[in-house]
C-alpha cells in the first residue's frame, strides 16, 4: 500500500469520526449507563470468602528439624492430589449433608475452587455465593472436612490453616467499573463501525479528491448540477445549493430560482395588464355604441 493511500485511509478514519462525533458519544454514554445499571442493579452479586491451607509431608521429616528438599517436593504433590480429592464426590456429599442440604453437591462442585498458589505447598480455597454469610458458611465447613479427608485418604503428612476463612466485606462479581468501562468500549466500537460500514458503502464520488483517486488523473473544472436545479437555484455537488439567498449568490452568481421566479411574475403581470386593457377598450366601445343610439332617436 503506497504512502498516498495510507493517507487516505487514515483521512476516511478521522472523516467518520468528525462527522458523526456526537451520535458516537451519545451512544458510548448510553451503553456505559447501561452496563452500569446492570452491574448495580439487575446482575446477582456474588461474594468469595477465601482459606490458605498448608500441605507437608511430616514422614521423612529429620530429627532436627532441617528443612528436607525431598519434603518440599513429596508436599507440592500432595498439593496437586489435594485439588483432586477435595472435590470428590463423597467430600462434596459429606458438605452438603453437613449444611444440611441448602446445596447440592453439584452446585458445591461449582461454587467451591481448589488450586495451588504459585506451585507452593500452599493450598487456596475460594467459595463464592449468593451472600457473604453463604460464603463463609460453606468456606469454613470445606476446610474442616478437608482435614479429615486428607488423613483418611492419604494417611501420611498434614495439613494445617494458613489463613482461616473470612466473612466477605464487599462483593467480587459484578464490578460496575469493569462492566461500566466494557459497555461504554462496546458502544464507541460499535457505532463507529456501524458509521464507517455506511461511509464504505456509500458509492457516491463527493469531494474532487475521490475522482483523482479513483481515476489518477488531475480534476480541472467542476461543473454545476443545472439539471437537478431547483427551487433553491444551482446545486453544486454536496457543498450546498446557489442561489438560495436571493439575488446573487451566496457564492457568487446569479440566483436561478429568483430569476426565474421574478420572470414568471413579470409575464403574468403583462398578461393580466393586457387583459384590463382590453376589458377597458370594450367597455368604451359599448358606451359610445350606446350614446350613438341616443342620438339617433
Known amino acids: 500500500m503506497s504512502e498516498q ?4 485511509d487514515l483521512r476516511v478514519l478521522l472523516k467518520v469520526l468528525i462527522e ?11 451503553a456505559a449507563a447501561i452496563g452500569f445499571s446492570l452491574a448495580k442493579f439487575v446482575i446477582p452479586k456474588e461474594y ?19 528443612l528436607n528438599i525431598n519434603d518440599i517436593n513429596v508436599a507440592q504433590k500432595l498439593v496437586n492430589t489435594c485439588q483432586i480429592i477435595f472435590k470428590s464426590n463423597k467430600l462434596l456429599g459429606d458438605l452438603s449433608a453437613s449444611l444440611n442440604g441448602e446445596y447440592t453437591a453439584e452446585q458445591l462442585n461449582k461454587m467451591i ?6 506451585s507452593t505447598e500452599v493450598l487456596k480455597v475460594s467459595v463464592k455465593a449468593g451472600s457473604p454469610e453463604s460464603a463463609y458458611r460453606v468456606a469454613s465447613k470445606f476446610t474442616e472436612l478437608a482435614k479429615v479427608e486428607f488423613i483418611r485418604v492419604i494417611e501420611t503428612g498434614s495439613i494445617r490453616d494458613v489463613d482461616p476463612a473470612r466473612m466477605p466485606e464487599t462483593h467480587t462479581y459484578p ?17 463507529y463501525f456501524v458509521f464507517l460500514v455506511i461511509e464504505l458503502l456509500d ?8 475522482l483523482a483517486t479513483l481515476y489518477e488523473l488531475p480534476v480541472f473544472a467542476e461543473i454545476l448540477d443545472f439539471e437537478t436545479a431547483g ?32 420572470e414568471s411574475g413579470a409575464k403574468n403581470s403583462n398578461e393580466d395588464s393586457g387583459n384590463d386593457v382590453d376589458k377597458i377598450i370594450d367597455e368604451i366601445g359599448s ?6 343610439n341616443g342620438k339617433e332617436k
Open 5 to 8: 493511500e495510507q493517507t487516505i
Open 175 to 191: 464490578s460496575a467499573a469493569r462492566f461500566t468501562l466494557i459497555a461504554a468500549l462496546i458502544g464507541l466500537v460499535g457505532t
Open 231 to 262: 427551487k433553491s437555484g444551482y446545486k453544486y455537488g454536496k457543498y450546498g445549493r446557489y442561489g438560495k439567498y436571493g439575488g446573487y449568490s451566496r457564492y457568487g452568481g446569479y440566483d436561478t430560482a429568483e430569476t426565474e421566479k421574478s
Open 203 to 210: 458509492t457516491k464520488v463527493k469531494p474532487e479528491d475521490d
Open 113 to 118: 475452587d481448589v488450586s495451588a498458589v504459585n
Open 287 to 292: 358606451e359610445g355604441v350606446k350614446k350613438g
Open 48 to 66: 468469595t470468602s477465601e482459606a490458605l491451607m498448608y500441605v507437608e509431608n511430616s514422614t521423612n521429616k529429620q530429627e532436627d528439624s532441617t
Open 20 to 30: 458523526h462525533l456526537i451520535p458516537i458519544i451519545i451512544v458510548t454514554v448510553a
